[in-house]
């Protein structure tokens, strides 16, 4: 088993549903584009990918939304050293079709009430449903390092809760844990960085909004 040397996860850049939250009433999540800040955003990330990439070659897997496309996009790394999928489990939490805007922030108050992990949005998905399609894909990408030629690089072009749950998954974290976390800012970046022990390690943590609490204590 080859494993890769890096695992790169990367929220995409500022969208306009980051902005406007109105526009999830005319658009839908998957189709929202990055704004001129979020290209900008993308672009710097870019720069910090190329350099630490080099010519190493990279395998990449990218969330279907138009934003995640767009944030890959703009990081113009070389169509000669990546191989790009795109990984439908990637994507952003569903969250309901052509959502009402006063309906989404009251049921965002039940979800900060109830727990993020647990609460499941009407028609839509928990975080605990998000974190077992999250899982699954984690499960393919170990069975890709069989590859004798797998890259020295895997890149993941997603969101931030799946960012998150990734990395709960990938180290074990507890719920309460997991919902200590802040999600990571539009184009910021994680990385699991193999050791000399043969073990990842997170080159950064997540910002803590709160202590860890047992999952059964709300608010």
Aim: glycine residues 8%.
């Amino acid at each position: 088993m080859v494993r890769p040397r890096r695992i790169v996860l990367v929220r995409h850049g500022e969208s306009t549903g980051n902005v406007d939250d109105s526009v999830y009433e005319r658009e839908p999540d998957h189709a929202l584009a990055l704004t001129e800040r979020g290209l900008r955003q993308a672009e710097e990330t870019g720069k910090e990918l190329r350099e630490l990439f080099g010519r190493e070659r990279v395998s990449v897997y990218v969330s279907p939304y138009r934003r995640t496309h767009e944030t890959l996009s703009a990081f113009h790394l070389d169509p000669d050293l990546i191989r790009v999928r795109e990984e439908p489990r990637l994507r952003e939490q569903d969250w309901g079709n052509w959502q009402d805007r006063d309906d989404v922030r009251l049921q965002k108050a039940y979800r900060d009430a109830y727990g993020h992990f647990f609460f499941r949005f009407p028609q839509g998905e928990s975080g605990a449903d998000v974190y077992d399609r999250v899982g699954g894909f984690l499960e393919s990408l170990y069975r890709s390092f069989e590859d004798p030629d797998h890259p020295p690089n895997v890149l993941l072009v997603t969101h931030g809760l799946a960012m998150r749950l990734f990395c709960m998954r990938w180290f074990h974290w507890t719920v309460a844990e997991f919902e200590s976390l802040s999600n990571p800012g539009n184009a910021e970046m994680r990385m699991l960085v193999l050791g000399d022990d043969g073990k990842y390690a997170l080159d950064r943590p997540f910002e803590r909004w709160r202590k860890p609490l047992p999952y059964w204590v709300n608010g």
